[in-house]
């Protein structure tokens, strides 16, 4: 199924490609296609770099002369390239820094992580506080913030992934101070762990766990500080648990740079941004 | 007696597809020390022992739950299912009729073939749950023994199975000639006859035990920490991997790759150890 829903889109835009180019008189065919050769070198956030390595991919099957090289090693190492122009676009899995307003940054989608709980678990909201004071130990037993008497299962993620990091930033937490139960590694485990365990707690991005909840996943996300959990409020800004993710420039984009910074923002990848639950831009 | 060109042709061949094939194992062994040099030599071995704890992020390294982990649930897994796997091949092949035992053969077969990643997906909705009901919270070291238990047990089924079936006839024989019944020709005659067999059987389970990562993944809870019971949430090498390879850089990713470098080690051992006990001839 997963795969359908990648190659249907993408065969359909072939075939309209080779349509088009076949339609095309032969001059205006070469025109276009020499103006779009070359090389883009992208440098920059672990998060971001799956995602615009599925961008590039699909932008090189449907530009052949364009090679797109994308290279991981942090959001500060994209902010440094950019600067130095070592890179052509950097990659910033955050909004830019007063410090750095010198750089251009384009949102190519957004990432939220919502906190979720097993359907039949009585509680509907959490502090800030509490769900800190959970993840760190110091409640331990759902009776402590209006639930029922049973202790809590704290669900983790592992180290060094995003969604972790953008949690443990929200709430101030040092990994080393979390008291997991189960550490997981993608979203669907989290989701999978809450739904057979009611007395669960986990964290998962917002878009795997807005699916499962949407889909008879007996799990629930809750609000943050008072704010619904829901792709709709990321996409608005309203949601405080989320980040943009980013492809920033030194100077304003030109020709194959603006190109793709365009193409990556466009709703002809907003699949892709959905496969790999991040939220697509609103447009 | 001189060879005919074709077959010159095919020894060559032959000798260049044995090259490759050998060159596989010592180029991914290569490849695996590579990775990890760096890092030996920026922070050194002793980390993995002395380290307060696994936080890669925050440059600490200590290794030793996770390798506790894994040799937990191996351990755990082979003493459960070696004796199961031993006594039903015993089963099949010297009580059950025929008919039972083939059908009893082909499910075994089956119980194979399943993949790693259905047992995990399985215990991760229904057992890990059940667990969980009678100690919380369910995802723990006993969830990995059983599953692995589980999925070793065709190992050891089959190749007992197979050991008994070499046995030499004249010995079954000689057995029932002295009068002897079946059990005590089971234990007395069957099991030191394939004594060889059998102990190969266990280092296989145990090798599949070790490397096994899905299934583990998924039931076993994952939290960096040294067991205090068996209802204890662990980490074993191989999720350990798998868990953090796709966000890994730098120092945290060449640490990936010492874990891996530990698996093989302990594979080389197991490997060794088979070999050697296989050189004891004991049907001529």
Same mark, same amino acid.
């Given at each position: 199924m997963k795969h359908l829903r990648l190659l249907a889109p993408l065969s359909i835009g072939l075939v309209a490609c080779w349509l088009q180019s076949c339609g095309k008189p032969p001059e205006a065919a070469t025109q276009s296609s020499d103006k779009l050769q070359g090389k883009l070198v992208l440098t920059g956030s672990s998060t971001v770099a799956p995602l615009a390595a599925e961008i590039a991919k699909r932008y090189e099957s449907q530009h052949p002369g364009v090679r797109i090289d994308v290279q991981t090693g942090g959001s500060s190492r994209g902010v440094a390239d950019a600067r130095q122009g070592v890179a052509d676009i950097g990659m910033v899995s955050r909004s830019l820094k007063d410090s750095e307003k010198d750089l251009q940054a384009f949102t190519i989608a957004n990432d939220g992580v919502s906190v979720i709980l097993n359907?039949? @678990?009585?509680?509907k909201n959490l502090t800030d506080k509490q769900i800190v004071d959970i993840y760190t130990d110091k409640? @331990? @037993?759902w009776k402590q913030v209006g639930g029922k008497d049973a202790p809590i299962t704290v669900v983790n993620k592992a180290e060094g992934r995003s969604t972790l990091e953008l949690f443990a930033d929200h709430f101030k937490l040092k990994t080393t101070d979390i008291r997991a139960d189960v550490v997981i590694g993608d979203n669907e485990q989290g989701i999978k762990t809450v739904a057979g365990n009611p007395n669960a707690i986990a964290y998962v991005s917002i878009g795997s766990g807005e699916y499962g909840a949407t889909h008879n996943t007996p799990i629930k996300l809750l609000p943050i500080e008072g704010v619904d959990a829901s792709i709709a409020n990321v996409s608005n800004g309203k949601f405080p648990l989320s980040r943009p993710l980013n492809l920033v420039t030194k100077t304003t984009p030109t020709g194959l740079q603006k190109e793709f910074i365009d193409f990556a923002r466009s709703k002809d990848v907003q699949d892709i941004v959905k496969e790999q639950y991040f939220v697509p831009v609103a447009k | 007696m001189s060879q005919s060109r074709n077959e010159v042709i095919l020894v060559w061949m032959l000798r260049g597809m044995a090259i490759i094939s050998g060159a596989i194992a010592l180029v991914i062994l290569l490849f695996l020390i590579w990775e990890t040099l760096p890092f030996l030599q920026n922070i050194g071995l002793t980390r993995f022992f002395n380290?307060?704890?696994?936080?890669p992020v925050s440059?600490?390294? &200590?290794?030793m739950p996770m390798l506790w982990g894994s040799l937990f649930v191996t351990a755990g897994s082979v003493l459960v299912a070696t004796p199961l796997g031993i006594l039903s091949a015993v089963f099949c092949h010297y009580y059950a009729p025929p008919a039972l035992a083939k059908i009893y053969r082909s499910l075994i077969e089956l119980l194979a073939g399943i993949p790693s990643v259905v047992y995990g997906f399985w215990g991760l909705v229904v057992l890990v749950p059940i667990i969980g009901r009678i100690h919380?919270?369910?995802?723990s070291l006993f969830a990995g023994i059983l599953i692995l238990t589980l999925m070793i047990l065709p190992t050891i089924a089959l190749v007992a199975d197979a050991t008994f079936a070499n046995v030499s006839a004249d010995y079954l024989r000689g057995a029932t000639a002295l009068g002897l019944g079946r059990w005590a020709m089971v234990r007395g005659v069957v099991f030191p006859a394939a004594k060889s067999g059998l102990l190969t059987g266990v280092i296989l389970e145990t090798g599949r035990a070790i490397g096994e990562t899905m299934a583990v993944l998924m039931v076993?809870? &994952?939290?960096v920490q040294v067991p205090k019971g068996v209802f204890e949430p662990v980490r074993t090498l191989t999720a350990n991997i798998a868990l953090e390879m796709a966000y890994a850089v730098g120092n945290h990713r060449a640490a990936l790759f010492v874990s891996g470098l530990i698996l093989m080690a302990m594979i080389v051992v197991l490997v060794i150890a088979a070999e050697t006990i296989n050189q004891g001839h004991l049907y001529d």
């Open positions: 359907q039949d @678990n009585p509680v409640i @331990n @037993n | 380290d307060p704890s696994w936080h440059e600490e390294f &200590n290794l919380p919270p369910g995802p076993c809870g &994952n939290v």
